[in-house]
């Protein structure tokens, strides 16, 4: 019998790393003319999603939050909204969107690694090779469809995207039973919230010193697909998928992200369907399915 839930999550996880697999090229656009620091772009993604999910809030029952879930809530948005979004935009910002997209394929890894060591979620055999299969698959995709945009500072601009990945792993992970406790708005409230609180104070210099009205409709447009799009909308999507299903499977889907990048390229006509793109395509769908299909310790986790 087909569990309606994990459908869901399954359909949920995929529509947030669609969205997101258009995350790299469209910060590229917004920072092409230099106008636009990364901080500004982390603000307005931070707080305009805080504003939505809010606004959302008030039109459904309100939930009680304890001051001590309010606490660990405030370590969900550190990790899992501050601390992964600012180094993901800023290291975005010093490489290539392919050597990003590259570094964003270990995530993963570390979700089955904490996953482990936290939760004691067994690595089994299917696991580990479906992990394997999806990286080779996205490894595959990325050498193939290199972008010619490069960064300022690739090394650090990787290492610094690494840390993103790091930071979501272990939100992914610690947070994993906590969140079941409160609906999806009221999760994202808080921690969005509490990633406002600490992120716009540390940026005030890049917001007195940004020309607003040098910003272009182009560039204006690529923040509100940063928002709406790239994290009000996917974030509620990784909600859904992270109650259904276990840490190392939401991580899993991160291979998603290259997929969507290059049948994006080959839409635009800057990148073509091969043979090669087809096996690729095959190794990370053949990937999360082993993923899926493994079996962990306690089974109702999905």
């Not at 969900?76 to 394929?105: D, H, R, W, Y």
């Not at 560039?219 to 909600?239: D, K, N, P, R, S």
């Amino acid at each position: 019998m087909i569990d309606e839930s994990k459908v869901k999550g399954h359909l949920a996880m995929l529509g947030a790393n669609v969205m997101w697999g258009l995350m790299s090229p469209v910060v590229k656009i917004v920072f092409a003319t230099g106008v636009v620091a990364p901080m500004i772009v982390v603000d307005f993604r931070v707080a305009g999603a805080a504003l939505l999910f809010w606004l959302t809030s008030l039109f459904l029952p309100k939930e009680h939050v304890p001051p001590a879930d309010i606490l660990r809530l405030f370590g969900a948005g550190m990790l899992g909204v501050l601390f992964n979004q600012g180094c993901f935009i800023l290291g975005v910002k010093l490489t290539s969107p392919g050597e990003a997209s590259l570094v964003t394929t270990t995530m993963p890894m570390w979700v089955m690694l904490l996953a482990w060591l936290i939760l004691r979620e067994p690595i089994t055999l299917k696991k580990a090779g479906g992990i394997a299969a999806g990286a080779a698959g996205a490894i595959i995709l990325i050498a193939g469809s290199a972008s010619p945009v490069s960064g300022s500072n690739p090394a650090l601009g990787d290492v610094i995207v690494l840390c993103a990945q790091l930071s979501y792993a272990l939100y992914l992970t610690l947070y994993r039973n906590f969140i079941r406790k409160y609906s999806l708005v009221t999760l994202m409230k808080w921690m969005f919230l509490s990633a406002t609180v600490v992120g716009l104070p540390s940026s005030l210099k890049w917001l007195g010193a940004t020309d607003w009205s040098a910003i272009s409709p182009t560039e204006w447009g690529g923040i509100a697909y940063v928002v709406v799009c790239g994290t009000f909308l996917a974030y509620i999507c990784i909600m859904i998928g992270q109650k259904t299903l276990r840490p190392t499977l939401v991580g899993m889907y991160n291979y998603v992200q290259p997929i969507v990048a290059t049948i994006t390229g080959i839409c635009l006509g800057l990148d073509r369907f091969t043979p090669v793109k087809a096996l690729a395509i095959a190794l990370i769908f053949s990937g999360v399915w082993l993923v899926t299909i493994s079996k962990a310790k306690d089974q109702t986790n999905g």
